[in-house]
């Protein structure tokens, strides 16, 4: 089947594929929405205390820190995408889907889409628990707002990854995928606001364009939800998602180098 | 041919650890949870949460930066003993095992070995994290002596650790299962004092701090940075040290037996 | 003293019995190969010999220690080349030479120029220093051949060395085999392909669904599953005309498409005389065929099946979908 209707099919395929690995595999889902959810418990116990200094505008923790476990739960599942492609390509399962008559942007799409669907389990994770334990409630607008936010930055995070993995071809980049989204979502205000942050991590945050993304995702949850919060959110996915999905477009064409 | 005495283990248990040590280096995805992510978090902690001295209730400490430094060494150390039970898995699943379980060596020399080449990987951990500390502004108030202390018990908890992840490296036989247990080293720390000052953590994590034998391995780690060298931590910190090497040592054992008695 | 020994050895995985009673006694400086197709228990009984896998029941002796009892000297006289090779991959061939020395106790300088010397005999110097990740299947072979002989073993266990082998590299691995064995290393060696036991061996023991089903010299069991037979075909429709000429020679088979069959006792000494009693007779050969018994013959009349061809038939010839094994990224 040729055209448009055989590349959805292509494409749809691709992602039942992907999700076939979370719903065989008893507890593969598990560590994505773990992770991010003890990370957000575990800071919450430790660094807690911190909303007494003076910059904070919220006495919940909680809430200053859900929507960074938020956007690491999306972004994990984002790099695990990466992670998984390296290792078939590694495997030389990947060569199967090369050979195929599948066009280049289908196959990225696929594999992207189901990265972002993936995201949903512990973007749905971290929100349940951290709203059962007492996060402020961020309204539907900010629901809905954060929710989309992730979903859209797991694409990004998916093509980065997917771009490392034709790249280098090999499980070895994984530490690179994982410390890239490591520090792209962390060196931001995830711990504390611009004006509590000190020395170099001020100045990172600052300029960090996913710092936009995480106060997009956090306006809810520690205030209200404004379009003057949003819109830089929403721009810096759209220019981000262009930059990564081109790098991996050019990886995939030139998967054959 | 050659008897193998207990003389002559020790040079298989330097062979092994040698070749745990160069398998770590040789393999980017191992070396890199030892000591890159330890070290971007040690930078968030210190850029996000170094207002954190400014607390009223916040100890006397030369920076945030020095509080921190043990943490980064404990989780370094942490992650070397998972990776080191990844690759014990793995030497399972790839029947490299075999070639030492065929040899007139005696069963435990595989396990110590591991384990030996993952308390230098401790070395490594605690050496990389002073000088990161030193060049960013730290003091080490216990000078050269407070240094030794901060290595060798990095050392020494490398190796109780490692004895962990070998316990469950044996039982299972399988890498993926082992790789499974790296978000527990992160999670396990911050339900201790390594982060932030026990009084100042919120509750249960406060409690269950308060209790946790990494706690004491912390202190130990922790003291000759900011205070100098005291006899009572390095106590603390030997018996933190010591709870969880019996448990390891332990659980491998038990693994071991039922390994080798289902074979 | 026989170097291996067994008696009514077994080996149980829950309800399989891999191996279901082998008694066998090889000797010392004997080439002993172990054939039978995949699946038949040769692995299961070779990781039993070797210390790997304790027997269900039965015993067995290696180099005169039990198994057992007294596994730890059975390890000081046996060098192991198991079929997954055991190696890692980013080890490089002379540290992995050089390992094997110290786990059997060789003093550091003595392995370091042992290694050098075995990787300089089975052809590896020059990759001694690279990784084994970048070796070939055949470079890995001599590699682990290389590593099981560091330490002079009496007793050497090859399980399927040549398995995946291209033939060049299958005939090194029969010459190194045939070196060792002139100097008086007993082999012990699993194989599935006729030609490496018919080629290398002093004895052969055929296994089957984890049983020995005959054991001997090659040319001895070829012999009792029959003799060779000479195949002519003769110009001019000669082939009728023939059958009683040959008749004096042996059984004659019915012509059948120009072709007649005679066996001949003493095989290959006999064609001379058979061609020149034909050209007596005024019949021209264009073509003849000495075909001789093989060990597939041995095992088809032991078995009812045929031994190469059962392994043609299990090949796996689609590539599998990789282990969907969950291997998310994990921090």
Same mark, same amino acid.
């Given at each position: #089947? ?12 691709? #992602? ?8 065989? /595999? ?8 773990? *992770? ?46 990466? &992670? ?41 994770? &971290? ?45 070895? $980049? ?63 996915? &759209? ?19 | ?51 954190? /001295? ?43 095992? =075999? ?10 020399? #595989? ?9 230098? #990987? ?26 030794? /202390?901060?290595? *060798? ?74 205070? %100098? ?35 | ?64 220690? +039990?198994?057992?009892? !007294? ?7 046996? %060098? ?20 094997? $020395? ?56 090859? !399980? ?5 082998? !291209? ?34 061996? =002093? ?32 110009? =001019?429709?000669? $082939? ?11 059984? &004659? ?21 058979? /061609?020149?009693?034909? !050209? ?15 060990? +597939? ?17 299990? =090949? +796996? ?15």
């Amino acid at each position: #089947m040729t055209g448009a209707a055989g590349h959805l099919d292509a494409v749809g395929a691709l #992602m039942r594929r992907a999700l076939n690995e979370l719903l065989r /595999v008893p507890g593969a889902a598990i560590p994505g929405v773990l *992770a991010p959810s003890l990370f957000m418990l575990g800071l919450t116990g430790v660094f807690g205390e911190l909303t007494e200094l003076q910059g904070f505008d919220t006495d919940s923790f909680l809430s200053f820190i859900l929507p960074v476990s938020l956007v690491q739960g999306a972004t994990f599942a984002g790099a695990a995408t990466g &992670v998984n492609l390296a290792r078939d390509i590694e495997i030389g399962w990947f060569d199967r889907l090369l050979a195929a008559p599948v066009p280049r942007p289908a196959l990225l799409a696929g594999i992207v889409l189901s990265a972002s669907l993936r995201s949903l389990l512990p973007i749905t994770g &971290v929100l349940v628990l951290g709203l059962a334990l007492g996060a402020n409630w961020p309204g539907i607008d900010g629901l809905l707002v954060a929710v989309g936010l992730g979903f859209a930055f797991a694409s990004v995070a998916a093509s980065w990854t997917v771009g490392l993995a034709l790249r280098f071809k090999t499980q070895a $980049a994984a530490p690179l995928m994982q410390a890239s989204m490591f520090v792209a979502v962390l060196f931001t205000t995830s711990y504390a606001p611009q004006e509590v942050l000190t020395g170099w991590l001020a100045t990172v945050a600052r300029y960090n364009p996913v710092t936009r993304v995480v106060e997009g995702v956090r306006q809810g949850f520690v205030g209200e939800v404004t379009w003057s919060e949003t819109w830089p959110a929403l721009a810096v996915l &759209v220019v981000l998602l262009a930059l990564m999905v081109a790098f991996a477009l050019r990886g995939l064409r030139h998967a054959g180098d | 041919m050659r008897r193998a005495s207990a003389g002559q283990n020790l040079p298989v248990v330097g062979a092994l650890a040698r070749r745990s040590i160069v398998q770590t280096f040789r393999r980017p995805q191992f070396l890199a949870p030892i000591l890159l992510f330890p070290t971007l978090l040690l930078a968030i902690n210190t850029g996000g949460a170094g207002r954190a /001295v400014d607390l009223p209730a916040f100890p006397e400490v030369g920076g945030f930066l020095d509080f921190q430094l043990a943490a980064s060494t404990l989780q370094a150390t942490m992650l070397a003993a998972v990776s080191g039970g990844v690759a014990l898995a793995l030497d399972f699943e790839l029947g490299f095992n =075999d070639r030492l379980l065929a040899a007139p060596i005696p069963r435990w020399v #595989m396990i110590v070995g591991r384990l030996a080449g993952t308390a230098i #990987m401790g070395v490594v951990a605690a050496v990389w994290f002073l000088a990161i500390g030193l060049i960013f502004g730290a003091e080490i108030v216990g000078g050269p002596a407070g240094a030794l /202390v901060v290595i *060798a018990l990095s050392a020494l908890a490398a190796a109780a650790f490692g004895g962990l992840g070998a316990a469950l490296a044996v039982r299972s036989g399988q890498a993926s299962v082992v790789q499974g247990t790296f978000p527990l080293a992160f999670v396990i720390l911050f339900l201790s004092s390594a982060f932030f000052p026990q009084e100042l953590m919120q509750e249960p994590a406060a409690t269950a701090a308060a209790y946790n034998p990494l706690s004491f391995i912390v202190e130990g780690l922790r003291e000759p940075v900011l205070y %100098g060298v005291s006899g009572e931590a390095i106590l603390h910190g030997l018996g933190g040290v010591a709870i969880v090497g019996i448990v390891g040592v332990t659980l491998t054992a038990l693994a071991m037996r039922a390994r080798l008695r289902a074979a | 003293m026989a170097a291996i020994e067994t008696n009514a050895l077994e080996r149980s995985f829950d309800e399989l019995r891999a191996v279901a009673g082998i008694d066998m006694a090889v000797a010392e400086g004997e080439i002993y190969a172990f054939l039978g197709p995949n699946g038949a228990g040769k692995t299961t009984t070779v990781r039993m010999l070797t210390t790997l896998l304790r027997p269900t029941a039965g015993t067995a002796r290696v180099a005169g220690h +039990d198994v057992v009892g !007294d596994p730890g000297a059975v390890r000081r006289q046996i %060098g192991v080349a198991l079929q997954e090779a055991a190696l890692d991959p980013l080890m490089t061939g002379a540290e992995l030479v050089r390992l094997q $020395a110290t786990l059997h106790g060789i003093a550091r300088a003595e392995g370091r120029w042992k290694a050098a010397a075995l990787l300089e005999r089975v052809g590896l110097s020059d990759a001694s220093s690279r990784r084994i990740g970048t070796y070939s299947g055949g470079m890995r072979r001599r590699l682990d051949l290389a590593a099981a002989l560091v330490h002079e073993p009496r007793v050497l266990f090859l !399980d399927e060395p040549t398995t995946g082998l !291209d033939p060049a590299s299958r005939q090194a691995i029969w010459d190194e085999v045939r070196n060792l064995n002139a100097g008086g290393t007993t082999v012990f060696l699993t194989t599935q392909y006729l030609e490496e036991a018919d080629q290398l061996a =002093d004895r052969v023991g055929i296994i089957d669904e984890g049983l020995m089903r005959v054991e001997g010299t090659p040319g001895a069991l070829k012999a009792q599953v029959g003799s060779p037979h000479l195949e002519l075909s003769l110009a =001019d429709g000669g $082939a009728e005309r023939a059958e009683p000429v040959l008749a004096r020679f042996g059984e &004659v088979q019915p012509p059948r498409d120009g072709v007649v069959q005679v066996g001949l006792a003493r095989g290959a000494a006999e064609i001379a005389t058979v /061609v020149l009693a034909l !050209d007596d007779a005024g019949l021209t050969v264009e073509s003849l065929e000495l075909v001789q018994p093989t060990l +597939d013959d041995v095992f088809l009349a032991e078995t009812g099946r045929h031994l190469e061809g059962a392994d043609e038939g299990e =090949d +796996d010839s689609a590539d599998p979908e990789p282990e969907a094994a969950g291997a998310d990224a994990r921090s």
